[in-house]
Nanobody, 122 residues
Framework: QVQLMESGGGRVQAGGSLRLSCTAS????????MGWLRQSARKEREVVAR????????WYADSVKGRFTISRDNTKKSIYLQMNNLKPEDTAVYYC???????????????WGQGTQVTVSS
């Protein structure tokens, strides 16, 4: 059974930092595209960062470039999202997702985590 387990969400003041983790089990970690997506009350779910577990290639949404960093540790079957200089508009439920290919939006990803809440206060 495939599982993606997120952790690391919480509440932080604007300008602060959080690190999200996502650990996979039940499938081959290599050769996948994994992403962090978020959904807030005011916006549709969006992809904020993606990483190829094989090559390590990354992609970021313009709204988080320079502030967020996605990384992976294949030995731990995990990906991470380091979020710095957080803004109130980053408040959302953050989801980890995985598939054999990358997607530009929330449609198509096969595997999903349960989500973790990130709240940034001004």
């Amino acid at each position: 059974q495939v599982q993606l387990m997120e952790s690391g969400g919480g509440r932080v003041q604007a300008g602060g930092s959080l690190r999200l983790s996502c650990t996979a089990s039940g499938y081959t970690f290599s050769g996948k595209c994994m992403g962090w997506l978020r959904q807030s009350a005011r916006k549709e779910r969006e992809v904020v960062a993606r990483i190829l577990t094989g090559s390590g290639g990354t992609w970021y949404a313009d709204s988080v470039k320079g502030r967020f960093t996605i990384s992976r540790d294949n030995t731990k079957k995990s990906i991470y999202l380091q979020m710095n200089n957080l803004k109130p508009e980053d408040t959302a439920v953050y989801y980890c997702a995985a598939d054999v290919r990358c997607y530009v939006d929330d449609v198509g990803w096969t595997y999903w985590g349960q989500g973790t809440q990130v709240t940034v206060s001004s």
